[in-house]
């Protein structure tokens, strides 16, 4: 991850422990640590670690200190931490032979210690900085959930993508499962107001357009603000501001960086792809694992979903379509004809829809946009291609 991103690190208090009073040694291990943006929580002895013992998810004990007996208690997660320079000054000094024999004690005086303090893994610093930095960024990540990713897309403007894409959200999330909505419309003036979440404080697209590589899952997680039991992404106005200097579009990795935390951090993604260009529809659609089509009842809107229908087939699958319907409109039966697949459901024209979502409030759900609802989740979560050719 970038180190210029905005996004704030957890202040949850389960930051990784180092016990060392090595100054070098601390100095490298925090160092590695804001590599995958994480604090570390430093104590010089077994006194002052025994607050952080247990909530610690990684605990990381200095080959400079002798604390066996004094451990608060055995726990998973312990590893030995040793810096290879702080083995001795004069090694140079020393002939071959007894080199290898220093180095040959002091590797079985380290492993005895490992041994003694229960610790899992010996790590060497320099050579174990990568393994030392994946661990970092799997204490960043939380317990990872791997989720699934599904894209909203609309054949056109205009027929309800972004409140399916929340009401599928709230829908999948009252069944149980973390839930997570990303805003991918740049210029549609920013998701969080169609549930009403402006004034809810957290990340919006605008902290995370430095972001680039590997994104903690659990800072992510931390960061975003929420309706209800269900995460948000949303642009803000703060990106339309600014559009005349610095464009607002989202960036096609970020995307991918974006939403590869979210699948970790929550069972299930769901993207709004309301106005999406064509690179950033093309990243989301890589990472997702399905996809919903929503078609209008309008000549144009079934054109150009079957536009939308061609592309998507063979990029992923299932492509659940799904009509919308309002007051005068072609028929669903003229629409499948068009597409030459069956929709999988109707939405019914809710006229309260726009009008509330105009006061920041997701209407109750009629029986029949529900039910609509839980037939797509089903589709979507079965992974199974419901559409077949129309007669």
Not at 78 to 89: F, L, N, P, R
Not at 249 to 262: F, K, L, N, Q, Y
Not at 376 to 387: A, I, Q, T, Y
Request: aromatic share 4%; hydrophobic share 40%.
């Amino acid at each position: 991850m970038s180190q210029n991103t905005h996004l704030t690190v957890p202040t949850n208090g389960r930051r990784p422990l180092l016990i060392s009073t090595s100054l070098a040694l601390i100095d490298r291990v925090v160092r590695l640590a804001s590599t995958a943006a994480l604090e570390v929580q430093v104590a010089p002895d077994a006194a002052s670690a025994t607050r952080y013992w247990l909530d610690a998810p990684l605990v990381m004990i200095g080959s400079d200190v002798s604390m066996g007996h004094d451990l608060p208690g055995k726990r998973a997660r312990v590893i030995v931490v040793h810096a290879q320079e702080e083995a001795g000054g004069d090694a140079d000094t020393r002939d071959p032979l007894e080199t290898r024999d220093v180095e040959t004690r002091r590797q079985r005086d380290m492993w005895r210690f490992a041994v003694e303090v229960g610790a899992e893994h010996v790590v060497e610093l320099p050579e174990g900085e990568r393994w030392l930095i994946e661990s970092f960024r799997a204490c960043a990540d939380g317990p990872v959930r791997d989720g699934r990713v599904t894209a909203v897309i609309g054949g056109t403007g205009g027929v309800g993508t972004s409140t399916f894409a929340i009401n599928l959200a709230v829908t999948a999330n009252r069944r149980g499962l973390r839930t997570l909505v990303v805003d991918a419309d740049a210029w549609g003036g920013g998701l969080d107001l169609v549930v009403g979440a402006e004034d809810v404080a957290g990340a919006r697209w605008c902290d995370l357009r430095q972001v680039s590589g590997h994104l903690p899952a659990g800072h992510l997680d931390a960061a975003l603000p929420r309706f209800g039991d269900v995460s948000v992404l949303s642009c803000s106005r703060a990106d339309l501001q600014h559009a005349s200097t610095s464009p607002s579009r989202i960036d096609p990795t970020t995307m991918t960086s974006v939403v590869s935390a979210g699948r970790r951090s929550h069972d299930h993604v769901f993207v709004d792809c309301s106005r999406c260009p064509d690179d950033l529809l093309t990243s989301i659609i890589a990472a997702s694992n399905a996809a919903v089509l929503l078609v209008g009842d309008h000549v144009r809107s079934a054109a150009a979903a079957a536009h939308h229908l061609s592309w998507l087939q063979g990029k992923v699958a299932p492509v659940a379509v799904v009509f919308t319907t309002s007051p005068r409109g072609i028929s669903r039966a003229g629409v499948e004809q068009a597409l030459g697949v069956e929709c999988v459901a109707d939405i019914p024209y809710v006229p309260s829809m726009t009008s509330r979502a105009d006061e920041g409030e997701l209407p109750a759900l009629p029986r029949a946009y529900a039910s609509t609802c839980d037939r797509v989740l089903d589709v979507v979560m079965e992974g199974n291609d419901p559409s077949v050719r129309a007669a």
